[in-house]
């Protein structure tokens, strides 16, 4: 025993429910090492004995082969006493100590369990819940830690001999796959009518013969020309029947990995008419499901890195290039007025049976009502889609917790739009972050994050507060992290705007906590400041929708000379009365006669702007109550502007979802910049205000002149970055910054964030702009995260 040498390791990161241990177990065989692998509160602990060398190769092993949804954060080992053992063995998990580990999000189905689900000899032949070490549900179907088969919804299922050989076996690659199913022993799916009551016909009914799985894609190769495989498997027969009628143009609600999702076919124009028309989604593009990369090729223009995403195991809804748009058999109804389409590929064995070639593209868009969380509940579902859908695809493996699909679009290198399914919670390292900290978010797109020791864990999407449901499934969310993650939140950080339900909630519940206030767009500077790592002064551009500002204004037109701890607004749009508030926002038109009243309030637009007249005794109404000088809120909001132009140019003058004149603009404008329009900078010193109305009469000019909407677009856009651009030389000639950092949702505009960039490095300015969390308000968390642990660091309150 001589020269045998113990070591202990400790790994943290999110190594439970990976294949973690099986991957040790593996190792140390390979390198004829004995000793033990456990799980338990802090991650993986690992004691192996053998001779120096052994280990050192195992040690460096461990980084370099580690499974790929393994994600680790630490490795630490340190030398022990040899004990002389003769084997390496796998050890229960210890319950009995305090849980503390990394949970992973949920992961597409991987090619080993495909090509097994599509192989007609197995025994998961067509299995929709087919899963591995290396695939499937996890974060939404853990009730506890450690991730264990007990602590998760599949203990409802007790696993058949062959399912527990292979989760017995070390060897096997569903050695403790804690969803580890069969048609035998696991989760089923079936049939229901709107009112959930069950319609499928199992087994007397004559359909599904070969040919029709055959019509499966990339089955077609492997079957075709073998009929010897006789009838669909029992197991497998809802599905096909939901597939008839799709394709009858019937629309049906999915259960999916975290939740529901609203199906049917998007090459049938009157099936996506009727779920528009049911689901009081007039214009908002509804995201697209296609079986594999060949389909997406025939629809979008995919570059390399937007492949490369789209076949993840994250499996995010990504934006794509749509080549013919509405003349290529997917019908314009999915997305009218836009030249992307969002486009996901499956991500669970049951989305991979849904298609064949004559049912090659299907909408799936959230299960929800607007703005609320995907529906993940049976019940639910019933309650509040059976207006909406005409079948229910349902299956018994019980959802957590809801999470909506992630969205992202590849500009120069993938941007994150929403961060949930797939992302959702692996944390992001905030080395600054030290006692625990809960970030309320903001109140659209709502994303809170809890932290602690240099993590921070964002949450899934939770979607915007304003309805009771919405607040309820927020409040749960907040109280489940915090048990599950055991972070009990010490620190609680909240938007300042008085009247934000996460602010209202946060004084509420945490009355007894420090709280700290951070302004909105001092919160999104600092979001995007956390993603890079970046500390000191910088310029902030935060061009937003709406956010309080420290005046008890609407701010949204920002630039911020920004430290994570303080910030100094250095100049800002120019305020505008927003005549009917909230109104305003969903009716640009409003904003629009409010700048035109500034802008030439004698001249008689209205005649000019013909596609107005509809709206004479509104705007006259208007009119006089601006003129009154009626009290109304006033706003610096650069989404504001962009609103008043597309309602100036025709373009839209009523919304039906958040941004929707803004991204009309900028879809018009195309890929564009145009030279820039006057504006004033007004003041001698900050904040310096930034007046827009000259722009304003420049475009009424131009369309006088009968200039071409297009040009107008391009030139506006053009201005929007010239003048970001002069602001920031002028900050660097005065106070030397040379770091520009972009946030807010205005930033989401693709034409504008590329140009500006462009043009702030072609200036020599160092541009930092999201990627890994929304520029959106969705972001807002991480910023708040980062803003009060600076403000803890350095003992500064700034607003709280
Ligand atoms: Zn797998
Ligand atoms: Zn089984
Ligand atoms: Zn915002």
Known sequence: MGDRERIAIRINGIVQGVGFRPFIFNLALEHGLTGWVTNDSAGVLIEVEGSGSKLNAFLKDIKLKAPPLAHIVSIKSWSIDPIGDNE??????????????????????????????MDPQDRRYLYPFINCTNCGPRFTIIEEMPYDRLYTTMREFIMCPECQREYDDPKNRRFHAQPNA????????????????????????????VDEVAATYELCEKVKGDKSIGLLPEWVRPIFQLKTELKKGKIAAVKGLGGYHLVCDALNREAVQNLRKRKYRP???????????????????????????????????????????????????????????????????????????????????????????????????????????????????????????????????????????????????????????????????????????????????????????????????IDEMVKLFEIEPEIVVHDLHPEYISTKFALKKYKDKRLIGVQHHHAHIASCMAEHGLDGQVIGLAFDGTGYGTDGKIWGGEILIASPEKFER?????????????????????????????????ADWLQELPFWYSLKDEINMLKTIIEKGIKVPETSSMGRLFDAVAAILGIRTRISYEGQAAIELEELAGEELGEPYPFIVEDDSPPFVINPLPIISAIIRDLRAGKKAYKIARRFHGTVVEMALNLCIKIRQELGLQRVVMSGGVFQNRLLSLGLKKCLEGEGFEVFQHCQVPTNDGGLALGQVYVASQCILKKEDTFG
């Open 88 to 117: 390496f063995i796998i050890r229960a998990s210890d319950r009995s100590e305090k849980v503390k580990t990394l949970i992973s999000p949920d992961m597409a189905l991987c090619e080993d369990c495909y090509r097994e689900m």
């Open 182 to 209: 069969c048609p035998v022993c696991g989760p089923e799916v079936w049939l229901t009518d709107r009112t959930g009551k069950r319609v499928d016909e199992r087994s007397s009914l004559d359909y599904g013969l």
């Open 283 to 477: 214009d908002k593009p509804l995201a697209v499901m296609m079986p594999n990369l060949d389909v997406v090729r025939r629809y979008c223009q995919v570059s390399s890195e937007e492949e490369k995403l789209l076949i993840s195991p994250v499996r995010p809804i990504v934006l794509l290039k749509w080549k013919a748009k509405g003349y290529d058999g997917i019908t314009l109804e999915v997305a009218p007025a836009q030249s992307r389409l969002g486009v996901m590929l499956p991500y669970t064995p049951l989305h991979y049976l849904l298609f064949d070639e004559s049912l090659p593209v299907l909408v799936m868009t959230s299960g929800n009502i607007s703005g609320e969380p995907i529906i993940y509940d049976d019940q639910e579902a019933v309650e509040r889609l059976g207006d909406i859908v005409d079948y229910f695809l349902v299956h018994n493996r019980r959802i957590v917790r809801p999470c909506d699909d992630s969205v992202q679009r590849v500009d120069n290198s993938p941007v994150m739009i929403r961060r949930s399914r797939g992302y959702a919670p692996i944390p992001l390292r905030l080395p600054a972050v030290k006692e625990p900290i809960l970030a309320c978010g903001g109140e659209m797109n709502n994303i809170f994050a809890l932290a602690e020791k240099g993590l921070v864990f964002m949450s899934q999407h939770i979607g915007d507060l304003k309805t009771k449901n919405s607040l309820y499934h927020y409040r749960r969310m």
């Open 570 to 602: 250095w100049a800002h749009l120019k305020y505008l009365p927003l005549p009917g508030g909230d109104k305003g926002v969903k009716e640009p038109w409003r904003i629009g006669v409010a700048y035109l009243l500034k802008a030439l309030p004698d």
